[in-house]
């Protein structure tokens, strides 16, 4: 029977990553870990390895550190780091669904098919598809494929599914890569499980489907209930913008970095310094008023309320990471909601295709995310949205990074897999 393992949030090229951590300036594979991980996926491997975001970071690290830093994970994958000899740990391929942090992949993925081949072979160039979901049917009475990338054209020589992308330099082309974006439905006997990364339900990452409607009304190009295109594209700015440009930006990076660092753990002097900065230097100098206007108390009344929301917004950033009760915020449920009924509209769209008219994908039941790096295995009691009862249940994949600097405890991991017909997982 077909077996499948579920990991993400490695995170390499962040520094604490456990894996490969950054120590006196060098980044150091830790084969420790990597044992551990590779202990997890069974002596014979695993057929299909879903890596469900921020395998790479490279919102704090610039793509060659990042990429570097990563290269052992995946060559481990087909070489024995320790005897050098040639082992496949995954067989039919590598399912990359990326995250907030390494979002671009899937944006070099979507620029290679539709801008660059096109170009090459001098064909009028394609449109980018901002979603696409990934089948994986692993029931005894399965559609056509047992994977499918909805709107792909596969592969003719039937060798592998689909096409050979950049990403397969890093297994040397032993193992398949299939890229999809940002949904898996992986479809069993038992039911279906939503594997996705989960950056949608933090406020940043749909921040403009949260706010543009509100701002813009009837003007805001996208309505209500958003397809997974529409989420997706509408959010695409904002998005680029933290999971590439700030960690490509130069000496501004490791500033950058040191701040968010400090911003986490609650060290918020430096941010009161610069926004008194910004008053002090920028904005006074530029709203000069004449004496008794008016206007003066109560400008400074306005940047007094934006000073404190601005405060309020840093602490509920820092409590995402690691809030073990992200998904009771009404906020947070509201942004899941409207997330899943773009899934929902996804999955009916699929069974709409021939591949599942006789054998449709079910509504999923399970959903397995990462982001939040709180591990819940499925030894672990589920978390749960009201608006759905016990019908949904949710676990998370952990975090593969130090708590802090003194390396000695990472966040905990887990590993999800399903072999035999059964779920199971493993705490790292």
């Known amino acids: 029977m077909t077996s499948v393992a579920i990991v993400s949030d490695t995170h390499f090229g962040d520094p604490l990553c456990c894996m490969c951590p950054k120590i006196n300036g060098n980044y150091v594979f830790d084969y420790g870990y990597f044992h551990r991980f590779q202990e997890a996926l069974g002596d014979e491997g695993v057929d299909y390895l879903v890596l469900s ?20 994970f995946f060559t481990g994958l087909v070489i024995h780091p320790k005897t050098s000899e040639e082992k496949l740990l995954v067989k039919k391929g590598i399912i990359y669904l990326p995250g907030n942090h390494d979002y671009s992949f899937w944006s070099w993925v979507e620029h290679q098919m539709n801008i660059i081949n096109n170009m090459t072979a001098g064909n009028p160039l394609g449109d980018y598809r901002y979603a696409v979901p990934c089948v994986l049917d692993l029931r005894k009475r399965q559609s056509r494929y047992e994977l499918y990338l909805a709107g792909v054209t596969r592969n003719p020589d039937g060798k592998r599914p689909y096409g050979v992308f950049f990403l397969e330099t890093l297994t040397r082309k032993k193992i398949p890569f299939i890229v999809a974006y940002p949904n898996l439905y992986l479809v069993t006997d038992s039911g279906t499980t939503l594997v996705t990364h989960g950056q949608y339900i933090e406020d940043y990452w749909a921040l403009i489907s949260d706010y543009g409607p509100l701002i813009l009304k009837d003007d805001f190009p996208a309505k209500k209930p958003f397809t997974m295109k529409e989420l997706v594209g509408v959010n695409v700015p904002a998005n680029e913008l933290a999971s590439t440009a700030i960690g490509q930006a130069g000496c501004l990076t490791d500033f950058i970095r040191e701040f968010q660092r400090k911003m986490k753990d609650g060290k918020i002097e430096k941010l009161k310094e610069y926004i008194k900065n910004l008053q002090g230097e920028v904005l006074d100098p530029a709203l000069k008023y004449r004496p008794c206007d008016l206007r003066e108390p109560l400008t400074d009344l306005a940047l007094w309320f934006a000073k404190k929301r601005l405060l309020k917004a840093v602490e509920e950033y820092r409590r995402t990471r690691g809030n073990t009760k992200l998904l009771a915020s009404a906020k947070a449920q509201e942004r899941f909601i409207r997330f899943f009924d773009a899934c929902l509209m996804e999955i009916r769209q699929l069974n ?3 591949e599942y008219a006789d054998t449709p994908i079910p509504k999923p039941d399970w959903v397995i995310y990462g982001h939040t790096h709180v591990p819940l295995g499925m030894d672990q009691k589920p978390d749960t949205i009201p608006q759905y009862g016990t019908e949904l249940l949710f676990y998370n994949t952990g975090g593969w990074l130090y708590t802090d600097q003194t390396r000695r405890q990472i966040e905990g991991a887990v590993v999800f897999s399903f072999a035999q017909g059964r779920f199971g997982s493993v705490r790292i």
């Open 53 to 72: 975001g921020d395998v790479f970071d490279f919102s704090v690290a610039s793509q060659k550190d990042a990429y570097d830093a990563g290269k052992s």
């Open 352 to 354: 709409i295709l021939p």
